[in-house]
């Protein structure tokens, strides 16, 4: 199964042209489940809706509580911005759950939960976006306590361990990662534990998802990091659910246009279709 997660970057640049690159990238790469952040719709058009049509993928998308910084800095109070998830396989059932966060920052963060209707085993799914002030890790650790306890309640129910995917705005060796991920600082829910992917990945790899090679990045002076991450939960019976690579994508202009000021991280996990790993 090949997961992928990518910050979109909102509505922001040459939005149009931006979208058609991501469409590009997307429709080469053809991820399984993609879950996505800084999604907007606008004027009954959805950027989640226009991909999934293209990409004969479902789809599901939840929006902000509170777009309204994040219209201000677009200059534009009809656009609403949330996260979204793309599926070749149908969604069974979803939810979301509002983050908490710091009065200055409120800006409507949230995270999104998927069941996957995938063969053999239905896959519980999820994408978040957390506050990206440099100084609000604090907060970050408080959101994810929430969204932990949020996988928490909707992982029962199936063998394959549950897939988190978002822009976590922290580095690998930050409070709220380390807490989130629960095996190398105590966890967020007591014994519950997620394997970071890019543990697997080949050390030689680039791994910034926040790159100043990217001139949207660059424009801001400020350094590289890896903030994007796929999760998943200890392997089931067999090796379910383990990751079998992982890699930085997304990374390069297409047609001379950089579709987002992240990259994407890709993974492909063992199963559910694989016919050896039956419930």
Same mark, same amino acid.
């Given at each position: ?5 990518? &910050? ?25 489940? =993609? ?17 999934? !049509?293209?990409?004969? #993928? ?20 009809? *656009?609403? =911005?949330?996260?979204? %998830?793309?599926?070749?396989?149908? =969604?069974?059932?979803?939810? #979301? ?16 939960? +998927?069941?996957?209707? +995938?063969? @053999? ?10 506050? /990206? ?18 996988? $928490?309640?909707? $992982?029962?129910? @199936? ?49 910034? @998802?926040? !790159?100043?090679? &990217?001139?949207? %990045? ?5 350094? !590289? /990091?890896?903030?994007?991450? =796929? ?17 930085? *994508?997304?990374?390069?202009? %297409? ?8 990259? +994407? ?15």
């Amino acid at each position: 199964m090949r997961v992928l997660t990518w &910050n979109l970057w909102w509505r922001f640049g040459p939005w149009e042209e931006r979208r058609e690159a991501i469409l590009t990238v997307l429709a080469e790469l053809q991820p399984d489940v =993609i879950g996505l952040q800084e999604v907007w719709a606008c004027g009954g058009e959805n950027l989640a809706e226009w991909l999934a !049509s293209r990409l004969g #993928m479902h789809w599901i998308w939840a929006p902000s509580r509170a777009p309204q910084g994040w219209q201000r800095r677009l200059g534009d109070s009809t *656009v609403d =911005i949330g996260n979204a %998830v793309l599926s070749r396989w149908p =969604i069974a059932k979803h939810d #979301m759950v509002e983050l908490p966060t710091r009065q200055e920052d409120e800006d409507g963060r949230l995270a999104l939960y +998927a069941r996957i209707d +995938a063969p @053999t085993y239905q896959v519980p799914f999820f994408t978040t976006h957390l506050t /990206a002030a440099l100084d609000a890790s604090a907060v970050r650790c408080r959101q994810v306590g929430v969204l932990a306890e949020f996988v $928490r309640a909707h $992982r029962p129910g @199936t063998g394959f361990p549950p897939v988190v995917t978002g822009d976590f705005n922290a580095w690998p060796d930050s409070d709220e990662v380390r807490q989130f991920a629960g095996y190398k600082a105590a966890p967020a829910v007591p014994g519950q534990v997620f394997l970071d992917a890019w543990e697997y990945a080949d050390p030689a790899q680039p791994s910034a @998802t926040w !790159s100043a090679a &990217n001139p949207y %990045v660059a424009a801001g002076f400020e350094p !590289s /990091a890896r903030v994007d991450y =796929i999760y998943v939960g200890p392997p089931g019976p067999e090796g379910l659910g383990s990751v079998s690579s992982v890699q930085r *994508v997304g990374d390069e202009p %297409v047609d001379g246009v950089w579709p987002s000021d992240h990259a +994407a991280v890709l993974a492909e996990l063992r199963g559910p279709t694989d016919p050896r790993l039956r419930p």
